[in-house]
Structures are given as structure tokens and as C-alpha cells.
């Protein structure tokens, strides 16, 4: 497989997958994350198209969203873990098996931890994540999980920018 050669995706509609290019089934559908499945599920209940890679050949992002006039957002898929004694979630935000590594800005745009005691999402941007490799999230102090409107937010940001980069300056 040549280094320039595009994964290929599959779309999710209507809570089904479905192929879009030739290719077998999607990383994530081989390892078994339901929650990932779970995801994509949810995401396309409200309106958006989920596209995931077949391969993850230095792919950090585990799936594209796009909704009807917003530009397409990258997502990474998590697991909210509830440690002993400790209130709220511990949420894995690094990548590598062996060797933990931060993501970096360009890897994702939001990243979805599935909390599966409540069977909800609590969504974070990259700013939010920053360069961490682990991150804690309570409910009770932080934002209420379920927070959906932060996919909209993040896309309509992202046109922001990418119409005023084409602008002229003044």
C-alpha cells in the first residue's frame, strides 16, 4: 500500500454501515468498539454523516462527521474509565500502545468520551484536551455530558476560519 493511497470509509446512515469505496470493514468494527459503533450511532440521529477509516496508517482521527453546511470535523473515540475513589472519569487522551504520546492540534478536533454508566458522551475540543495524555472529568464540577451542540460550535468555527483565510486583508 503506497503512503498516498486514501483510506477508505464507510459511511453510517441510518444507525446501519454501509461502504462507500471498496475495502473491507472499518478498524474500529475489527477491534470491537462498541463504543465507537455506539458513536456513530448517536452522531447520525442527529443529522450527521460519519465516515471512518478502513486503516489507521498514521491516522490519529478515528472518524469524520459532517452535517449540511459545516465543514467536516475529526473525531477521536474514548472511554470514560471510573477509577476507585476517585469522583468522575479518568479518559485516556494520548495515542500508542506501548509508548503514550499527546495528540497533537491537527490529530482531532473533538474527542468523545463514552460514559458508559450512563450511557451519554461528553464531548471536548482539542484546546480542551491540549497536550495531555489524561484527563479527568466530573459531571457534578465540569459540563453536564450529552453536550451535543459542541460538535455544531466546533464545525461553524472551523468555517469562520476557513472563510477568513480566503479573505483579503485590509
Not at 458522551?121 to 453536564?144: G, L, S
Not at 468555527?157 to 472563510?163: F, L, R, T, W
Amino acid at each position: 500500500r503506497s503512503m498516498t493511497q486514501q483510506p477508505t470509509l464507510f459511511a453510517v446512515e441510518d444507525g446501519q454501515h454501509s461502504q462507500v469505496t471498496q475495502g473491507g470493514a472499518s478498524a474500529n468494527l475489527e477491534k470491537g468498539n462498541s463504543h465507537a459503533i455506539e458513536f456513530f450511532y448517536e452522531a447520525t440521529r442527529r443529522g450527521w454523516h460519519i465516515y471512518a477509516p478502513v486503516f489507521n496508517d498514521g491516522v490519529a482521527a478515528d472518524c469524520v462527521g459532517t452535517k449540511p453546511g459545516l465543514p467536516s470535523i475529526l473525531f477521536q473515540n474514548k472511554t470514560g474509565t471510573i477509577e476507585r475513589g476517585r469522583p468522575g472519569y479518568g479518559i485516556c487522551a494520548s495515542r500508542g500502545s506501548t509508548v503514550k504520546r499527546p495528540y497533537a492540534r491537527h490529530d482531532f478536533d473533538v474527542l468523545a468520551a463514552y460514559l458508559a454508566d450512563r450511557k451519554q458522551f461528553a464531548f471536548f475540543t482539542y484546546d480542551q484536551v491540549a497536550a495531555r495524555k489524561m484527563i479527568r472529568y466530573n459531571p457534578e464540577i465540569h459540563f453536564k455530558p450529552d453536550n451535543w451542540e459542541l460538535l455544531e460550535q466546533v464545525a461553524a468555527i472551523k468555517a469562520q476560519e476557513s472563510s477568513s483565510i480566503g479573505q483579503p486583508m485590509s
